[in-house]
Nanobody, 124 residues
Framework: QLVESGGGAVQAGGSLRLSCSVSGGALRSLGVGWFRQAPGKEREFVATIRQSGSISYSKDSVKGRFTISRDTAKNTVYLQMNNLNAEDTAVYYC???????????????????WGQGTQVTVST
């Protein structure tokens, strides 16, 4: 089970930290990714941290502003989002899968477990 938290409303330039609490599996066996879906758009990949701890980020729009990390003791994955802008407004989902390989970890179809999502709204 995956439970996201930490979403909310923030002004442009602000920061939020999303949390994804994982139960039923250990992070050293699970890759966990963050995806987002803006109104009227398809869900898109944001970042992932694989079971090995290796990380990938999406395109340049989030690289340098967003940081994914994990706390294996708490079985929680975080997404620190800084310098937010209106284009970051979306529902953010965390997703998990066992045995993620790098080439597959950017695709949502590679993930079998999903959270319910948390809304992030950035106002200008």
């Amino acid at each position: 089970q995956l439970v996201e938290s930490g979403g909310g409303a923030v002004q442009a330039g602000g920061s939020l930290r999303l949390s994804c609490s994982v139960s039923g599996g250990a992070l050293r066996s699970l890759g966990v990714g963050w995806f987002r879906q803006a109104p009227g758009k398809e869900r898109e990949f944001v970042a992932t941290i694989r079971q090995s701890g290796s990380i990938s980020y999406s395109k340049d729009s989030v690289k340098g502003r967003f940081t994914i990390s994990r706390d294996t003791a708490k079985n929680t994955v975080y997404l620190q989002m800084n310098n937010l802008n209106a284009e970051d407004t979306a529902v953010y989902y965390c997703a998990a899968a066992y045995g993620l390989i790098q080439s597959a970890s950017l695709r949502e179809t590679s993930y079998g477990y999903w959270g319910q999502g948390t809304q992030v709204t950035v106002s200008t």
